[in-house]
């Protein structure tokens, strides 16, 4: 999913091409893509966009008299841009808005299609729609502190939580906390005043460099293949694969759609975290350090050897 970095990347690039020009109308191609029935989508063709940002993780397009699209990708979401006269081929995008300077087309992976628009009319429809989380680039420690510690969740889950903190989603809590050496299980009101200095660093300075990174990538034009370039993430996605500072191998945390990837050794002690469903399953054989399942991984290879 489109996070914080990536949708910064968004906005950057949509401001410089739409601001200012006409939306000269919408085709929507999935029925269940629009989720209000008013204002209706004729009321914004003919409307010159006034302002584009982010609202935790939406992309908001502002329009004349106070008219707005409300984009949320989700999982598979991704937007394309197309220069005026070079508009998609074939028919495989959910969505087209065409401006007078391009196109620019909405495409969702999966069968699954959750990505939603809404339109809202004035601040307060606008504003239904922020979950009240903290934007952490633009807060003090005192400020982050105090949110942290309101309520007592696992570090994931209130990184995680929208309504404590804006923008932050499954790949980016895992490379905080590998950054911060915190482990994901750690209860947020247990952090002594180190911990938790530590984590608000880590999380300001690879938001920051994240955003870097999908500019960067952009090279000028518009963001493309958005989450390849989270290959050079640390431990998100890179399960089995080794730690980039340790050697060790990444670990996993499933739980129904998610995954929490983490590095005993760099987060945990060398403690391994019990898997909702493998642990269950294996109960007593379930490795409960790094040092234990190295030791069971070697024994295996040993006994399928010549």
């Given at each position: ?295 069971r991984a070697s024994t295996i290879v040993q006994r399928s050897g010549?």
């Amino acid at each position: 999913m489109p996070e914080l970095p990536e949708l910064e990347g968004y906005v950057e690039a949509l401001t410089g091409r739409i601001m200012g020009e006409k939306l000269a109308g919408i085709e929507l191609r999935h029925p269940f893509l629009l989720r209000t029935v008013e204002p209706a989508p004729r009321e914004v063709e003919g409307k010159v966009v006034r302002g584009v940002r982010r609202i935790g993780k939406r992309l908001a397009i502002g329009l004349d008299d106070d008219l707005w699209l409300m984009l949320h990708l989700m999982l598979g979401g991704r937007l394309h841009w197309h220069e005026a006269g070079r508009g998609p081929k074939g028919r495989g995008h959910l969505a087209a808005f065409t401006f007078s300077s391009g196109m620019l087309t909405l495409t969702e992976f999966g069968t699954k299609k959750r990505a939603s628009l809404h339109i809202a009319r004035g601040p307060d429809a606008v504003q239904a729609f922020d979950r009240g989380g903290l934007e952490l680039l633009d807060a003090d420690l005192n400020a982050f502190r105090r949110v942290l510690t309101s309520r007592n969740h696992t570090l994931k889950r209130a990184l995680t939580d929208p309504t404590l903190f804006s923008g932050i989603g499954n790949a980016y809590s895992d490379e905080i906390l590998h950054r911060a050496r915190l482990s994901p299980a750690t209860l947020s009101q247990r952090l002594s005043d180190e911990e938790t200095g530590r984590l608000y660093l880590a999380a300001r300075e690879l938001l920051r460099e994240w955003i870097t990174r999908v500019h960067d990538g952009a090279r000028g034009g518009f963001p493309k293949e958005i989450n390849a370039s989270r290959v050079a993430m640390a431990v998100h996605g890179r399960y089995g694969q080794a730690c980039p500072d340790c050697g060790s191998l990444v670990q996993r945390i499933r739980y129904a759609e998610t995954e929490t990837n983490y590095c005993a050794r760099c987060q945990t002690g060398g403690r391994l975290l019990a898997d909702r469903s493998l642990s269950r399953l294996l109960k007593k054989d379930w490795p409960r350090t790094l040092e234990e399942l190295e030791e069971r991984a070697s024994t295996i290879v040993q006994r399928s050897g010549p």
